[in-house]
């Protein structure tokens, strides 16, 4: 299993931009972008799949606060 980051970007009801991100485990890169189709944070949206690395700084700490904040989620793929 290898760790992605789903960023999702889309409109809100009040017509700004939203985004969220998503931190699940999947086999491949194809895995990652059905969990997220599965986990879309809105009805029409576009978004970016890419592997978790800790060269990854930029978004990380507004990423962790937003989980903290409960506005971000990890999402664990019990599926195998």
């Known amino acids: ?3 992605w980051v789903i960023q999702y970007v889309y409109a809100t009801d009040k017509n700004e931009q939203g985004i969220s991100i998503l ?15 599965q986990k879309a ?3 029409e949206y576009v978004f970016n799949v890419y592997p978790q690395s800790d ?4 978004g ?18 019990d599926a195998e």
């Open 1 to 3: 299993m290898k760790n």
């Open 23 to 37: 931190e699940v485990q999947a086999e491949s890169l194809e895995d990652a972008k059905k969990i997220a189709v």
């Open 41 to 43: 944070a809105a009805e």
């Open 55 to 58: 060269e990854q700084f930029l």
């Open 60 to 77: 990380n700490v507004k990423h962790q606060a937003s989980i903290l904040v409960g506005k971000g989620e990890t999402i664990e793929n």
